[in-house]
């Protein structure tokens, strides 16, 4: 429903429209949000470089090559995630020794993994997979870059790879795993790539490698770093994305963070944030790496989806922005069809959310009891979803960001 002012002149049979048609503001007065704020916070100074690291990181990851651009086959898991600390390092990149980068003083840095659905084998074959990280250094990363190789070098049966037009590169062969490593150094950053194929030999997965460090230094020779010491000021809340999803304690800003508490215990692959980490905001590349191409395997014969430009998760919830709202309505729609939750998504009533049209709400019985219900909530080109344990405070989360949304506008 459209809202004008209209003036009736004093000149019978002649009128005028004064002023431009804006959306009529829904009603919120129904809704039930419980002690959730529905205000916008504001975003306060970062106050730890830690926080800065893991901005940092998304910014880096706006550069990141998408494996599936190397190989449209590559869209099977979802590892895309932060890597701001040595123990992230060497939890999340095995190819990759903390002890040998420690002398050079990491700074942050960002990586991205995908394997090929259809190479994975009953018996436990090899896929073929790419990963691809960056990792930025105050020290020198010539140096960080060599020593990671040499490294690699010590493993028994490991063979020297060159990489065609990049003699600085080192590229090393593992048999055993087997696996293609790649590392070289761009100014301040080491590109580690790693390659598996379903053919035991180097030369299958040199391709993969050698297209995407092609394209992962031209995409580095665009991009300028933050001085370390100005992590510190980097936006906390670009394009107000935070200040638009509901907090993860009511009233409370969230900070950015890729150890929200329940992950160790709890870490299934259900939500984003298990990967990407918790009030940390994407850009358009970030939001890919982290959601995953918006078209599945087996869709191939869809068109693809307008990606959003902008996402942002917490620990049970997560709000995308998409540059048209025709694209969060495809969003909204695409959800509700139950691509990932299957046969056991149930769409359930939520009494607390009155008559709103573009709230959906769901049951899933074999998702983990901390989002066995959850809720898809749309205004304009925003697209949010919340979950939770039971349905009342699914029910006032909804609410709440949706009111959160509509007090932004």
């Known amino acids: 429903m459209l809202t004008t002012t209209a003036l009736l002149t004093g000149c019978a049979g002649r009128s005028s429209i004064l002023g431009s048609p804006t959306p009529a503001r829904p009603d919120l007065s129904a809704l039930d949000t419980g002690d959730w704020g529905t205000i916008p916070l504001t975003a306060p100074p970062i106050d730890n470089d830690n926080h800065g690291r893991l901005l940092e990181a998304a910014r880096i990851a706006e550069v990141m090559v998408y494996p599936h651009e ?42 991205t993994i995908r394997q090929d659905r259809d190479s994975r084998t ?9 990963r691809i990280t960056v990792l930025s250094f105050f020290g020198d990363a010539e140096a960080a870059a060599a020593d990671l190789a040499d490294r690699i070098r010590t493993v028994s049966g490991t063979s020297t790879v060159e990489i065609p037009e990049h003699p600085e590169a080192f590229g090393q062969w593992t048999p055993d795993i087997p696996l293609l490593t790649v590392f070289t150094a761009r100014g301040p950053f080491v590109i580690a790539l790693s390659a598996t194929h379903p053919t035991p030999d180097p030369v299958a ?24 010491e100005a992590l510190s000021s980097l936006p906390a809340d670009p394009d107000a994305m935070l200040s638009r999803t509901l907090p993860q304690m009511p009233y409370s800003w969230t900070h950015p963070t890729v150890d929200a508490p329940f992950q160790p215990a709890r870490r299934s692959g259900w939500l984003p944030s298990e990967r990407s980490g918790s009030g940390i905001v994407y850009g358009a590349r970030g939001s890919e790496h982290t959601l995953g191409p918006f078209v599945d395997e087996d869709e191939a014969d869809e068109p693809r989806r307008e990606p959003s430009d902008r996402a942002v998760f917490l620990a049970n919830r997560m709000l995308l922005r998409f540059p048209t709202s025709r694209g969060a309505r495809a969003q909204y729609d695409h959800a509700n069809a139950a691509p990932d939750g299957g046969d056991a998504q149930v769409e359930t009533d939520i009494p607390q959310l009155g008559a709103v049209a573009d709230i959906t709400c769901f049951e899933n019985s074999v ?43």
């Open 205 to 228: 997965a040199l391709p993969l490698v050698h297209a995407a460090l092609n394209k992962q230094v031209a995409r580095l020779d665009q991009f300028e770093a933050t001085a370390p």
């Open 367 to 409: 998702a983990p009891r901390y989002a066995q219900f959850y809720c898809y909530i749309l205004d304009r080109q925003y697209w949010a979803a919340v979950f939770a344990s039971d349905k009342r405070a699914v029910g006032q989360a909804a609410a709440a960001q949706y009111a959160l949304l509509v007090n932004s506008r």
């Open 122 to 130: 009953q018996d436990g074959g090899t896929p073929r997979t790419l």
């Open 70 to 111: 190397i190989d449209p086959t590559l869209r099977d898991g979802n590892d895309a995630t932060p890597v701001h600390s040595l123990g992230r390092v060497e939890a999340l990149v095995p190819e990759i020794s903390s002890r040998v980068i420690q002398p050079y003083g990491l700074v942050t840095g960002f990586t």
